[in-house]
C-alpha cells in the first residue's frame, strides 16, 4: 500500500510547531503593551514619530476638528 513513512515530515511538523510558538508569543507582546497602555493611561504625543514626519496626518491637531479643510489639500 501507499503508506508514508511517520518520520517524512517531522521536520516540517517543528517548524510548523515554531512558528505556532512565535504566534503565540506575539500574540501575548501585543496583549502585554494592550493592558500597559489602559494600566499607565498615558496619551500619545501629536507627532510621535519627530519633526520628520511632515506628512499630512502629522500637520494636523489630535483630535482632529470636524471639517479641518475648507478645500481639500494639495499632496506633492
Not at 34 to 54: C, D, M, Q, S, Y
Amino acid at each position: 500500500s501507499n503508506r508514508i513513512p511517520d518520520g517524512t515530515f517531522a521536520a516540517w511538523n517543528e517548524v510548523s510547531s515554531i512558528g505556532a510558538y512565535v504566534s503565540v508569543l506575539g500574540l501575548a507582546l501585543f496583549f502585554i503593551g494592550v493592558i500597559e497602555a489602559f494600566w499607565r493611561g498615558r496619551k500619545a504625543e501629536p507627532n510621535p514619530w519627530g519633526a520628520g514626519a511632515t506628512t499630512l496626518e502629522w500637520t494636523l491637531p489630535s483630535p482632529v476638528p470636524f471639517h479641518t479643510f475648507d478645500t481639500l489639500p494639495r499632496i506633492t
